[in-house]
């Protein structure tokens, strides 16, 4: 994949590193002279100094052959950024938004978003302390999510067959990860220790659910 990236800050050079490792020719945009030595010396990638929200900057990276573009910037910069990419036909367009406010400003455009970084490593903090029997969720709009969950000897569904465990209206078992074996639940299927098990709930049905799964 032909990616460019806008921005070199912590998450962008996260970007860099992964993007790379996973083979994928790299081209990374950045106004700060000095993140630029430093990128260029640290990652094999083309790294262009320059503004970004200019047309030819995009260009000059390769814009019109790119697969795809991500910017890590503040919203005004992102926003711009992502305005020039989809008049230049980028397929694939994401992007960080800060403010929750200005997230309908990227959706119209058909950007890809994700939230406030900061604020989303809040909530997995909250969560872990929270729910620590939970190992990731993923909201799904306002009212749903989908979330893993291990089970440990001393459940309460240990043993016990998926169709004989009672879950809230709202919920359901999406997976069950068992070493390296993925089982769609039957009804006869039963959980066992280790089992890491994929669930798709109402947020409000949550609570209920790992009660359903864990003692109190």
Do not use: H, W
């Not at 010396?41 to 697969?67: P, Q």
């Amino acid at each position: 994949m032909y990616l460019i990236i806008v921005g070199a800050g912590e998450i962008g050079e996260k970007l860099i590193a992964l993007a790379l490792k996973n083979k994928d020719d790299v081209v990374v945009i950045e106004k700060n002279k000095e993140k630029c030595e430093e990128i260029s010396k640290k990652y094999d990638a083309v790294v262009i100094n320059a503004d970004a929200t200019d047309k030819e900057t995009l260009l000059d990276a390769g814009a019109d052959n790119a697969d795809a573009l991500i910017t890590t910037a503040d919203d005004a910069t992102n926003l711009l950024v992502m305005s020039l990419a989809k008049s230049i036909g980028i397929p694939s367009l994401v992007s960080i938004v800060n403010n929750e406010e200005n997230k309908p400003m990227f959706i119209e455009k058909g950007v890809n978003i994700v939230g406030n970084p900061a604020a989303i490593t809040a909530e997995y903090l909250y969560r872990a302390v929270r729910r620590p029997m939970v190992k990731d969720f993923m909201s799904l709009g306002e009212r749903a999510e989908i979330f893993k969950i291990s089970i440990p000897p001393n459940a309460k569904v240990a043993g016990k067959a998926v169709g004989d465990v009672k879950l809230p209206r709202g919920v359901s078992i999406i997976v069950i990860e068992r070493d390296s074996e993925v089982i769609i639940p039957a009804e006869d299927t039963r959980f066992q220790p280790g089992d890491l098990v994929t669930l798709l709930a109402r947020k409000d049905k949550i609570d209920k659910t790992m009660e359903v799964f864990f003692e109190k």
